[in-house]
T-cell receptor, first 116, second 114 residues
Framework: GAVVSQHPSRVICKSGTSVKIECRSL??????MFWYRQFPKQSLMLMATSNEGSKATYEQGVEKDKFLINHASLTLSTLTVTSAHPEDSSFYIC????????????FGEGSRLTVL | SQKIEQNSEALNIQEGKTATLTCNYTNYSPAYLQWYRQDPGRGPVFLLLIRENEKEKRKERLKVTFDTTLKQSLFHITASQPADSATYLC?????????????FGKGTHLIIQP
């Protein structure tokens, strides 16, 4: 199946700093990628849809100025958590569909963010 | 409002038996429903997709049923093994666009005991 890779897998930062998470499709080109957040024992919550070459579409309640998404190429989307606070600590997961394939999403391994 | 409900309590099954997980949804008529497996600290892995006009779908030891009248999907693992222990998520494309992100249930934690 298609491979989606995330980096870093774990990051610890101080409150107030910014953290960038990368999501790459390794063996296919993804015009659309999705960013999810998952708190412990909770469901994955869609944060935003990342569109190559255009602005991301954010879900209701997600601050676009806090969670900056850049989809600069067909294989890379980045999520930057700006001025991170402890409540932003979570598991962030990206996913992508293979173009033309109506089947399920392929997910990255996830990135565990801990803000001290 | 639209909701996806899974039994969030852990399900303990003895090795070799069939595990059955339930996904119910309300206020929506999805074109298809998907099941994923998630291991601790990992991203979900796609397992099966079933369309609204399909009653049943199989893949190796996995079977999914989809009852659009009951608004329910059942996910079965036959001849269960300890390696099947994980959290299983059902997901819907609630906006029906096909290009949108999915909405997930909370998942059911399945434990297969040797």
């Amino acid at each position: 199946g298609a491979v989606v890779s995330q980096h870093p897998s774990r990051v610890i930062c101080k409150s107030g700093t910014s953290v960038k998470i990368e999501c790459r499709s390794l063996d296919f080109q993804a015009t659309t990628m999705f960013w999810y957040r998952q708190f412990p024992k909770q469901s994955l919550m869609l944060m935003a849809t990342s569109n190559e070459g255009s602005k991301a579409t954010y879900e209701q309640g997600v601050e676009k100025d806090k969670f900056l998404i850049n989809h600069a190429s067909l294989t890379l989307s980045t999520l930057t958590v700006t001025s991170a606070h402890p409540e932003d600590s979570s598991f962030y997961i990206c996913s992508a569909r293979v173009p033309g394939d109506p089947l399920g999403l392929f997910f990255g391994e996830g990135s565990r963010l801990t803000v001290l | 409002s639209q909701k996806i409900e899974q039994n969030s309590e852990a399900l303990n099954i003895q090795e070799g038996k069939t595990a059955t997980l339930t996904c119910n949804y309300t206020n929506y008529s999805p074109a298809y429903l998907q099941w994923y497996r998630q291991d601790p600290g990992r991203g979900p892995v796609f397992l099966l997709l079933i369309r609204e006009n399909e009653k049943e779908k199989r893949k190796e030891r996995l079977k999914v049923t989809f009852d659009t009248t009951l608004k329910q999907s059942l996910f079965h693992i036959t001849a269960s093994q300890p390696a099947d222990s994980a959290t299983y998520l059902c997901a819907l494309d609630l906006r029906g666009g096909g290009a949108d992100g999915l909405t997930f249930g909370k998942g059911t934690h399945l434990i297969i005991q040797p």
